[in-house]
């Protein structure tokens, strides 16, 4: 059986520099390590709507659906990420008692569960959580990011920005990370194509 962690959230940030780029930042329960998911424009307002304790949000589309679920059935759900493909997080929301699953972006599933209240639970796969971890610190001002976690459209978009702002170190990092995928995509490619002849 799949060992997971049990995520709680903390807290939402723009990246600094961008304007489109959030992160939402969980921690396991022991509040020992935290893992950063990016967000995109929408989810960042969505939150900033709810942090802010803004009176029109009991009436928003999510906080509605979830009332009536709770109000109407025995539901119960929990949200499960347990891999990172091409820098995305791939999230589920599972039926605890009949095991269906339904593909759901992470930051959304991270949001359904701050709509929940906590009653939908996330958790992580033990070992993604581990690689993608970082010691948890209530004081830190700022997060680690692993740039694996990064979509392809976000990575070449910090590119051009820190090739446009000279951060050429920067731009270096990010740069080595798209040709790892490029050459991991190709190295795939050819691998289908034998098992299609075969």
């Not at 799949?2 to 723009?14: C, H, P």
């Not at 304790?53 to 990420?81: A, C, G, M, Y």
């Not at 790892?180 to 050819?190: I, L, M």
Request: with cysteine; net charge negative; aromatic share 4%.
């Amino acid at each position: 059986m799949m060992q997971r962690v049990r995520l709680v959230f903390r807290s939402v940030s723009e990246i600094v520099g961008s304007t489109d780029i959030g992160l939402l930042v969980l921690t396991d329960s022991a509040e020992q390590r935290q893992v950063a998911l990016p967000c995109d424009r929408h989810v960042l307002n969505e939150f900033s709507l709810r942090m802010e304790n803004n009176p029109v949000v009991d009436k928003l589309l999510p906080e509605v659906l979830w009332n009536v679920i709770h109000w109407q059935s025995d539901l119960r759900l929990e949200i499960h990420i347990d891999q990172l493909v091409d820098g995305k997080y791939q999230a589920m929301l599972s039926n605890v008692d009949t095991l269906d699953e339904i593909p759901v972006s992470a930051s959304d599933a991270v949001l359904l569960s701050f709509v929940s209240r906590g009653d939908i639970s996330i958790l992580m796969e033990e070992s993604l959580f581990m690689r993608q971890s970082t010691v948890y610190d209530s004081q830190a001002i700022g997060i680690s990011l692993p740039v694996n976690t990064i979509s392809d459209e976000m990575l070449q978009n910090a590119l051009d920005k820190a090739v446009k702002n000279e951060n050429y170190e920067m731009a270096s990092h990010l740069r080595d990370e798209i040709n790892r995928r490029r050459k991991a995509s190709e190295g795939d490619a050819p691998e289908e194509k034998k098992e299609d002849e075969e």
